[in-house]
């Protein structure tokens, strides 16, 4: 069965499954430098749909399903006990027509409440018939499919926490092909974590929508100590709130959002009247939620005795890398597992998911990371940059010797919003002004970190725990001896965001760290995205020359210089360049 999810709403994306392999998933932030969280039907039409499928080889009429992402509108009057209604958007038929479609809800669910109920509909006079499962669901099993708890055929616990949602858990039993709703652990919002930061310096200016706050108070919050009392005191209101929410079962959903706002005042009007610095405000904060996720999670599975203890967490908080690995070091699950799509950018696969799991009764997808539109050449700039051949040793010799950073376009693009290597910036690690120049370069903040790219087979002798993480969705260590050699990495806290890989991974990637250990000493790279600020990754190397932050750009064996560096004026490999002429 051919399958082909859409997510139509910010954060949009396309993406098709045949026979139980995902073929590619396109997040619409990665085409043509669109925006941060770009909305799928924007661009939508049936010729831009066609171009994608005719690009990796279908056409629309091998779909045999389309499944469109739910969604739901917070305010509407008519808002449930328990969800928020379903959802109409608007799709272009041609340049001058649209109409109007309706999708599944959002997924704020009580507990028991079935999470895989299929919508169907409709609509003949487009010619145009789609399935439609709740935004939750997509979350749930985005994260299952593609574990290797699925691909085992073992049982397994989802929590899904979202910026509109609470934390919700399910429940996998891979023999039945059931997914039970265990319900709500607690009642704060996702979107809190940033929501409570725009109360303070430097985010008060932000707007609390704005997607990027989240990511740099995890960073931003290094700065900072969790203060021991505020953190009595914001367990306490929270227990308040709880029992009153428990005391009160009929409360409708947007009563049970109203307490977070609630919840979140008080927290500030404690932080006021105790001079409580900010900074140290959102540090506590985050080990509030930290703490409270932990616990509602060990009181939920000691009472779930008889089922296995594998853990999913999937939606926009499982990036938080601290909670991730707050939860993988407890002991409480025999392992964690997140997808490196937990937030939106892996609806379109989790809607596709959905189908494929109710009408085919399949678990698993095999899939790749690197399933992204493939990277181009576009127009080259031969009056600003000179292009000559590039071999991944080359690339090495160029990086241990000029200490510059590199923009790096291989292949397909890595799926969600982490740079893994084919979509990169890479460096040296070894000077401690690189991270400086590369938060100058993307126009960043100073404290924000640049993370390390490392060979999996010697990650233990430089991270603790060092374990594999190919996705970049855990909190390492840097060990001491290390810290002095690999400046450009570590954070703050002594600690880095790392990705692992192999050869089997990215075999290039592997390849080129291999190749840069081998004259340095140093089995690991400085990696952050190579994107236009608030945009998504480069598609193609014009694009990197516009943005012109870099002197050197690698891409299809490759490599392109600016005529004006150094690199183009004394590297050897320019001297056999034939278009200089």
Not at 15 to 39: V, W
Not at 186 to 206: D, E, M, Q, R, W
Not at 467 to 479: A, G, N, Q, T
Request: charged letters at 25%; proline letters at 4%.
């Amino acid at each position: 069965m051919i399958i082909c999810g859409l997510k139509l709403t910010h954060d949009g994306a396309i993406a098709l499954i045949d026979d139980g392999k995902l073929i590619f998933s396109y997040e619409m932030e990665k085409l043509n430098n669109n925006g941060r969280f770009s909305s799928l039907s924007t661009y939508y039409s049936k010729q831009f749909v066609s171009d994608i499928l005719g690009e990796n080889g279908y056409s629309i009429d091998d779909v045999d399903q389309f499944v469109i992402d739910g969604w739901g509108d917070h305010d509407s009057e008519n808002t449930s006990n328990h969800d928020y209604p379903p959802f109409k958007t608007m799709l272009p038929q041609s340049e001058k027509e649209r109409f109007e479609i309706e999708l599944a809800g959002y997924g704020l669910l009580v507990k028991d409440e079935n999470i895989l109920e299929r919508k169907l509909f409709n609509y003949p006079d487009y010619n145009f018939e789609y399935s439609s499962y709740m935004h939750t669901a997509g979350h749930v099993l985005s994260g299952y499919c593609t574990s290797p708890y699925a691909k085992q055929g073992e049982d397994a616990y989802v929590l899904a926490w979202d910026g509109g949602m609470f934390p919700q858990v399910f429940y996998v039993n891979a023999k039945t092909r059931k997914v039970y709703n265990l319900g709500t652990i607690f009642h704060v919002l996702g979107i809190s974590y940033a929501a409570f930061a725009t109360n303070y310096k430097p985010y008060n200016k932000y707007n609390v929508d704005d997607g990027s706050v989240a990511g740099k108070v995890m960073a931003y919050i290094a700065l900072g100590k969790c203060n021991d009392e505020a953190l009595v005191e914001f367990k306490r209101l929270f227990e308040v709130q709880e029992q009153e929410i428990a005391s009160r079962p009929d409360l409708k959903s947007k009563e049970l959002i109203a307490y977070t706002s609630k919840l979140l005042s008080e927290f500030v009007i404690y932080g006021e009247l105790n001079d409580v610095d900010g900074v140290d405000m959102m540090a506590t904060f985050h080990v509030f939620l930290q703490d409270v996720l932990l616990d509602r999670l060990m009181k939920l599975v000691e009472k779930q005795t008889d089922r296995i203890p594998n853990f999913c967490f999937v939606g926009g908080c499982a990036l938080n890398i601290k909670w991730n690995s707050n939860i993988r070091n407890s002991g409480l699950f025999n392992d964690v597992w997140v997808p490196p799509f937990p937030n939106d950018s892996g609806s379109a696969i989790g809607a596709a998911c959905c189908e494929m799991f109710v009408t085919e009764g399949r678990l698993a997808i095999d899939w790749d990371v690197y399933s992204g539109p493939f990277a181009k050449e576009g127009e080259f700039d031969h009056e600003n940059w000179a292009k000559a051949e590039c071999s991944l040793t080359d690339l090495a010799q160029l990086l241990h010797e000029y200490d510059e950073p590199v923009v790096f376009l291989n292949g397909r693009a890595e799926l969600g919003p982490r740079a893994l290597g084919n979509r990169s910036i890479l460096a040296a690690p070894v000077n401690p002004s690189m991270k400086e120049e590369l938060n100058r370069g993307k126009n960043r903040e100073a404290y924000r970190p640049v993370a390390p790219i490392c060979k999996e087979d010697k990650a233990m002798e430089i991270f603790t725990p060092g374990s594999s993480d190919p996705y970049m969705l855990f909190d390492h260590k840097v060990r001491p001896e290390w810290l002095d050699k690999i400046p450009a990495i570590c954070h703050l806290d002594g600690t880095a965001r790392l990705q692992t890989v192999s050869r089997e991974g990215n075999a290039q990637i592997y390849d080129l760290i291999s190749a840069y250990e081998a004259l340095s000493g140093v089995p690991l790279l400085c990696n952050t995205s190579a994107n236009f600020n608030g945009k998504g990754f480069f598609p193609d190397v014009k694009s990197v020359m516009e943005w012109g932050e870099v002197n050197m750009i690698w891409h299809d064996g490759h490599i392109y210089a600016k005529r004006n560096s150094t690199i183009f004026s004394t590297s050897i490999l320019f001297k056999k360049d034939l278009n200089l002429a």
